[in-house]
């Protein structure tokens, strides 16, 4: 098992900034794969970023240049830097961790909701213009 705590959300201005920071404790050796979702009312959650136990980062193209995923591994901590924040950011983000899909002849974390099973129960992001 594993337990999953986000803490950084809140309310910013468009432009502004935002650091999102997620808690894992228990069996976190078990998950290779950490991410950062998203999810607005009435829509799928979508994958942000998400980072391999190696460092390997990718990113949704919606957030690219402007999102930096990043973890601690010492101290279990998985990080979402937000800057240039823009009014669609606006939803609850959560914090997953997972295992890795085999394609293309390699294991890679993907942005897929379905491959992560632990969960935490998400801090809002509200960004106004």
């Known amino acids: 098992q594993v337990q999953l705590v986000e803490s950084g959300g809140g309310s910013v201005q468009s432009g502004g900034s935002l650091r999102l920071s997620c808690a894992a404790s228990g069996n976190t050796y078990s998950s290779y794969c950490m991410g950062w979702f998203r999810q607005v009312p009435g829509k799928e959650r979508e994958g942000v970023a998400v980072?391999?136990?190696?460092?390997?980062?990718s990113y949704a193209d919606s957030v690219k240049g402007r999102f930096t995923i990043s973890q601690e591994n010492a101290k279990n901590t998985l990080h979402l830097q937000m800057n240039s924040l823009k009014p669609e950011d606006t939803a609850m983000y959560y914090c997953?961790?997972?295992?890795?899909?085999?394609?293309?002849?390699?294991?890679?974390?993907?942005?897929?909701?379905?491959?992560?099973?632990?969960w935490g129960q998400g801090t809002q992001v509200t960004v106004s213009s």
């Open positions: 997953a961790a997972g295992g890795p899909l085999y394609y293309s002849g390699g294991y890679y974390c993907v942005h897929e909701s379905y491959s992560y099973n632990y």
């Open positions: 980072i391999d136990s190696d460092g390997s980062a």
